[in-house]
């Protein structure tokens, strides 16, 4: 039986015997990813995850993805009786082919190619590493003498899985000789082109729920200033959720906002996919309100943090939180949505199946994730510069530039069957009346 644990605290004389030579020999810290097999530790999985894995990223949850995607090809393993020191190539597109037939346990739903294709990078990276330390006895060793990887790395526009990745640091590189023919056998991941736009009615009710504008809010009126603008900033910038992550206070306070023309535009410099900056458009009177959250609510949170603290990223954790003044997370901005949705009833009802029961089961899940949001700045963004006179190609390009697109023809696909929702002209009015 093949299971993770976590190291505890450093290790000392209470920490488990079976543990505390593996600390010594590799200077495992709390918190790093262990693989036990029927209770002895897998050593050649331990070095694999602690010298590979933890120093790429520094995020608890992608450890426990690399450890899982190796447990899983252990228990596969294990069922077909093969020793993982003698798998070769045709178990590994079996397990690949069993998985994209299974159901997850977790979802009640098929595996998803992009699932398995983590999973699948992941195992290759380990198969890699094993090779070249020469614990693998299989055809996973023909060519070649295996040569160290190197570490030079796809442009992140051409990597699928550019978000397991950290700096230049490519996760299966290929220059190895198991990588070097393993990687054909990943699936291609799917890419997700379900584009769910708010209609105008939802998003009012997210931003009613979000309470008045920061810049118009009195002490009495509730709400939050800063869940009004991290909302703001998806529908009214387009900007992903690590975008919204990646913004530097700084640059909102260099920029000057126009009380007078609150549809004056600023350029705001924002950090995209591939470290890329590009400058964005941002309207007078949502600075004033990024001002507002700045000047009032942020700084409440960093007071209650601790005095003289002091933070670069924009949009913290609330004065309310146990983690108050400290940057906020792509997940908890994700949390934030859900609860947004759950508070104004906008959910879905799916339908999921117990795969070892069979029993049906109907859920409630959120209508609308972050990423929503930016769809609803495209298309309505193209209306609006339809209607201010722009060619259709015109506006099409600007929300091109906004989004961070490549070309216009990726913004052209993904959006062309989706602007009905805000076609109306009254629908499509000014950006400043939604808040209004």
Same mark, same amino acid.
């Given at each position: 039986m093949h299971k993770v644990s976590y190291s505890p605290d450093p290790v000392s004389a209470s920490s488990p015997t079976v543990l505390q030579p593996w600390f010594s020999r590799t200077g495992l810290k709390a918190g790093h990813p262990a693989i036990w097999c029927d209770g002895e530790l897998f050593e050649e999985g331990c070095r694999w995850l602690n010298e590979e894995i933890v120093p790429i990223r520094s995020s608890a949850k992608t450890w426990a993805q690399a450890a899982q995607s190796l447990l899983t090809w252990l228990d596969f393993l294990g069922a077909i009786q093969v020793d993982w020191r003698h798998a070769g190539k045709d178990e590994l597109v079996a397990y690949r082919d069993a998985y994209l037939g299974s159901i997850s346990p977790q979802t009640g739903k098929e595996y998803s190619s992009n699932t398995v294709s983590v999973r699948m990078t992941y195992l290759?990276? !380990?198969?890699? !590493?094993?090779?070249?330390?020469?614990?693998?006895?299989?055809? !996973?060793?023909?060519?070649?003498?295996?040569?160290?990887?190197?570490?030079?790395?796809?442009?992140?526009?051409?990597?699928?899985?550019?978000?397991?990745?950290?700096?230049?640091?490519?996760?299966?590189a290929g220059g190895g000789v198991a990588a070097s023919g393993l990687n054909k056998l990943i699936p291609k991941a799917s890419q997700d082109d379900t584009v769910r736009v708010l209609s105008r009615e939802d998003l009012a009710a997210l931003l009613r729920w979000a309470g008045p504008r920061p810049s118009e809010r009195e002490a009495e009126d509730g709400g939050s200033d800063r869940d009004f603008v991290l909302l703001d900033l998806g529908w009214a910038c387009g900007l992903r959720v690590q975008e919204i992550v990646n913004i530097d206070i700084l640059s909102i306070l260099a920029l000057p906002a126009n009380p007078s023309f609150p549809g004056e535009m600023a350029k705001l410099p924002i950090k995209g996919k591939g470290e890329k900056t590009r400058l964005i458009d941002v309207p007078s009177w949502l600075l004033l309100d990024l001002q507002a959250y700045v000047e009032n609510e942020r700084k409440r949170a960093l007071r209650k943090r601790g005095h003289r603290i002091d933070e670069r990223q924009l949009i913290l954790n609330s004065e309310y939180s146990s983690r108050s003044g400290k940057p906020m997370t792509k997940a908890a901005m994700q949390d934030l949505m859900r609860r947004a949705c759950a508070a104004c009833g906008l959910l879905t009802k799916v339908r999921k199946t117990n795969p070892e029961t069979g029993e049906v089961v109907f859920m409630e899940i959120p209508k609308y994730s972050m990423h929503c949001l930016r769809h609803v700045y495209a298309v309505m963004t193209y209306h609006n510069h339809r209607k201010s006179g722009f060619a259709d190609l015109d506006a099409w390009k600007y929300v091109q530039m906004q989004l961070g697109h490549k070309s216009p023809t990726t913004t052209i696909k993904t959006y062309l069957n989706h602007i009905s929702v805000w076609a109306d002209y009254r629908a499509a009015r000014s950006l400043l009346q939604m808040v209004r």
């Open positions: 290759i990276d !380990f198969i890699s !590493f094993a090779v070249e330390q020469g614990w693998i006895y299989s055809d !996973f060793r023909s060519g070649k003498v295996a040569q160290p990887r190197p570490k030079a790395c796809t442009p992140t526009d051409q990597d699928p899985l550019a978000h397991i990745r950290k700096g230049n640091r490519q996760l299966v």
